[in-house]
T-cell receptor, first 111, second 116 residues
Framework: GEDVEQSLFLSVREGDSSVINCTYT??????LYWYKQEPGAGLQLLTY?????DMKQDQRLTVLLNKKDKHLSLRIADTQTGDSAIYFC???????????FGTGTRLTIIP | GAVVSQHPSWVICKSGTSVKIECRSL??????MFWYRQFPKQSLMLMAT?????????EQGVEKDKFLINHASLTLSTLTVTSAHPEDSSFYIC????????????FGPGTRLLVL
């Protein structure tokens, strides 16, 4: 089946940029997503990218997609304490029938 | 827009009882809703996909008779954990799509279940 992998932890100093990486195996994925989960809460959709795009920017967020290497990244510029959370990448597979989530990356902000 | 609510937000029950969790799309009609389960410090695992007016599609390894899903209307899906046991304790999250195979799933805030 499909597999989505992420590193488990990332620590970044406040004000620096955070880059969270994700690799996936399903080459037929139509969309790839980034979700944010704060403690005890559900998932907040941050952004998503269509598979025929290389990059998408939305305010402080930049998504890069390397379809050849099946690599997705999320860059958060000017990281703030409120960005502390777990970040999940997910892929839709072909046809958007269901999402496969990565393991999640816990982002910790160092003051 | 695109708000999904869940009720209750947390529930504690005795082993052997049944618990019902509701998932509602508040400002849109959800043709498809999904139920996920999340263990502490782990990722989300899809349990089942439900389409309004039809039977849910369960993922491999998920017991249909234990986790009953009803998607009776375009704004409500329910998950009933029957004869709950301590190993069913988990965080249950639903999501909804506003159109079939739409590109976005909107997630509810989750329901934490603790079975004693």
């Amino acid at each position: 089946g499909e597999d989505v992998e992420q590193s488990l932890f990332l620590s970044v100093r406040e004000g620096d940029s955070s880059v969270i990486n994700c690799t996936y195996t399903d080459s037929s994925s139509t969309y790839l997503y980034w979700y944010k989960q704060e403690p005890g809460a559900g998932l907040q959709l941050l952004t998503y990218i269509f598979s025929n795009m290389d990059m998408k920017q939305d305010q402080r967020l930049t998504v890069l997609l390397n379809k050849k290497d099946k690599h997705l990244s999320l860059r958060i510029a000017d990281t703030q304490t409120g960005d502390s959370a777990i970040y999940f990448c997910a892929d839709s597979g072909f046809g958007n029938e269901k999402l496969t989530f990565g393991t999640g990356t816990r982002l910790t902000i160092i003051p | 827009g695109a708000v999904v609510s869940q009720h209750p937000s947390w529930v504690i029950c005795k082993s052997g009882t049944s618990v019902k969790i509701e998932c509602r799309s508040l400002d849109f009609q959800a043709t498809t809703m999904f139920w996920y389960r999340q263990f502490p410090k782990q990722s989300l695992m899809l349990m089942a996909t439900s389409n309004e007016g039809s039977k849910a599609t369960y993922e491999q390894g998920v017991e249909k008779d234990k986790f009953l899903i009803n998607h009776a209307s375009l704004t409500l899906s329910t998950l009933t954990v029957t004869s709950a046991h301590p190993e069913d304790s988990s965080f249950y999250i639903c999501s909804a799509q506003d159109r079939p195979k739409g590109e976005t799933q909107y997630f509810g805030p989750g329901t934490r279940l603790l079975v004693l």
